[in-house]
């Protein structure tokens, strides 16, 4: 089945202990990206990645961090978290030229 | 630079009414538009979208949305609505530059409510 797949879907952690989010999709795409959603505000994004080993920053990326070094695998890493990074956040990917989006089910995380 | 407007964050219709979603885009290129819908507890899922060929675009559930150009709108509708159409639906905007960096623009949302 065609699938995005991040983990964990919750987590509850404090302020400054670092934290990895893990996406893997099995579609081969090339484009992937993470989002957080807030309430009021849709849809933001963190960061995208064109291929492997090419990221780039989004609307929001001020406290993260992404690495590509396989296909199929773009973690989002928050080396110090703090309570304004509390959301719902959501990888995606893409190989389609009109920017069609397959998103994973997405990721609660509380920051205390 | 490309932005959506979402008119409405809440909406409420009965079941078997209309349901109208609207959505207004702003772009200095012909737009790619989509629409979205995200169920309890689950990602965003692909309900339909225009990429330039039929201006009248029909998606999955009976939904579809009509591309008007003069009113920069893509508004979202199905005539009778279902109890399961309950959920949050987000209109978005590619400037078809997707693949060289470009992105996909979220509006704000829309939560439907269906009431029985």
């Known amino acids: 089945e065609a699938q995005v797949t991040q983990n964990p879907r919750y987590l509850i952690t404090v302020t400054g202990k670092k934290l990895t989010v893990t996406c893997s999709q099995n579609?081969?795409?090339?484009?992937m990206s993470w989002y957080r959603q807030d309430p009021g505000l849709g849809l933001r994004q963190i960061y995208y990645?064109?291929?492997?080993?090419?990221?780039d920053k989004g609307d929001v990326p001020e406290g993260y961090k992404v690495s590509r070094k396989e296909k199929r695998n773009f973690p989002l890493i928050l080396e110090s978290p703090s309570p304004n990074q509390t959301s719902l956040y959501f990888c995606?990917?893409?190989?389609?030229?009109?920017?069609?989006?397959?998103f994973g089910e997405g990721s609660r995380l509380t920051v205390l | 630079a490309q932005s959506v407007t979402q008119l409405g964050s809440h909406v409420s219709v009965s079941e078997g009414a209309l349901v109208l979603l609207r959505c207004n885009y702003s772009s200095s290129v012909p737009p790619y538009l989509f629409w979205y819908v995200q169920y309890p507890n689950q990602g965003l899922q692909l309900l339909l979208k225009?990429?330039?060929?039929?201006?009248l675009v029909k998606g999955i559930n009976g939904f579809e949305a009509e591309f008007k150009k003069s009113e920069t709108s893509f508004h979202l509708t199905k005539p009778s609505a279902h109890m399961s159409d309950a959920a949050e639906y987000f209109c978005?905007?590619?400037?078809?530059?997707?693949?060289?960096?470009?992105?996909?623009?979220f509006g704000q949302g829309t939560e439907l409510s269906v009431k029985p």
């Open positions: 579609m081969n795409h090339e484009y």
């Open positions: 995606a990917s893409s190989n389609s030229n009109t920017g069609e989006l397959f």
């Open positions: 990645s064109m291929n492997v080993e090419v990221t």
């Open positions: 978005a905007v590619s400037d078809r530059t997707y693949n060289q960096g470009g992105k996909l623009i």
């Open positions: 225009y990429t330039s060929a039929a201006t």
